[in-house]
T-cell receptor, first 115, second 110 residues
Framework: EAQVTQNPRYLITVTGKKLTVTCSQN?????MSWYRQDPGLGLRQIYY???????DKGDVPEGYKVSRKEKRNFPLILESPSPNQTSLYFC??????????????FGPGTRLTVT | GNSVTQMEGPVTLSEEAFLTINCTYT??????LFWYVQYPGEGLQLLLK?????DKGSNKGFEATYRKETTSFHLEKGSVQVSDSAVYFC?????????FGAGTRLTVKP
């Protein structure tokens, strides 16, 4: 089944404790992206990757890191989480953006709480 | 820059009522426009899209027409069902820049 998977689905952690949220897709997509969803703000892009070893900042990259060492995986790293990073996170992938020809496929989300 | 503005919710309707969720955008050039739907506890999934002016996207009884003159892409459905209860996001893609609106929560009551 074609899908985007994220792990963990739920995570409660404490301020400053490094964590990684994994994202994997099995559709051989070139483009991958991370978003955070907050009430009233919709989805805001954190980082995106147009292909392996190519990553770029989105609108809200502060406090996050990503890597794209292989096509299928795009982990999101929080080196020192803070309470304002409490949010619902989504990973997405698509064959490319190509001006919007392709849709994005979203993972099920990771709900992160930082205390 | 690119941006999307959609009507604030929540929206509550009775089953079989007519639905309109307004969406307007700001962009230079010719963006592609999308509606995504998020059912409870799930990720977003594409509902419909339009890639050029005057195109009409449609799916599952939902429709939206790309109106360049009014920079709008309003979502409509003639008769909503309880199963349509979800959060709806308007989005655009312009020069590889993806933007989402804030989302509109729709609740349909039997």
């Amino acid at each position: 089944e074609a899908q985007v998977t994220q792990n963990p689905r739920y995570l409660i952690t404490v301020t400053g404790k490094k964590l990684t949220v994994t994202c994997s897709q099995n559709m051989n997509h070139e483009y991958m992206s991370w978003y955070r969803q907050d009430p009233g703000l919709g989805l805001r892009q954190i980082y995106y990757s147009m292909n392996v070893e190519v990553t770029d900042k989105g609108d809200v990259p502060e406090g996050y890191k990503v890597s794209r060492k292989e096509k299928r995986n795009f982990p999101l790293i929080l080196e020192s989480p803070s309470p304002n990073q409490t949010s619902l996170y989504f990973c997405a992938s698509s064959p490319g953006l190509a001006g919007g020809v392709y849709e994005q496929y979203f993972g099920p989300g990771t709900r992160l709480t930082v205390t | 820059g690119n941006s999307v503005t959609q009507m604030e919710g929540p929206v509550t309707l009775s089953e079989e009522a007519f639905l309109t969720i307004n969406c307007t955008y700001t962009a230079t050039g010719y963006p592609s426009l999308f509606w995504y739907v998020q059912y409870p506890g799930e990720g977003l999934q594409l509902l419909l899209k339009a890639t050029k002016a005057d195109d009409k996207g449609s799916n599952k009884g939902f429709e939206a027409t790309y109106r360049k003159e009014t920079t709008s892409f309003h979502l409509e459905k003639g008769s909503v069902q309880v199963s349509d209860s979800a959060v709806y996001f308007c989005a655009l893609c312009n020069n590889n820049d993806m933007r989402f609106g804030a989302g509109t929560r729709l609740t349909v009551k039997p």
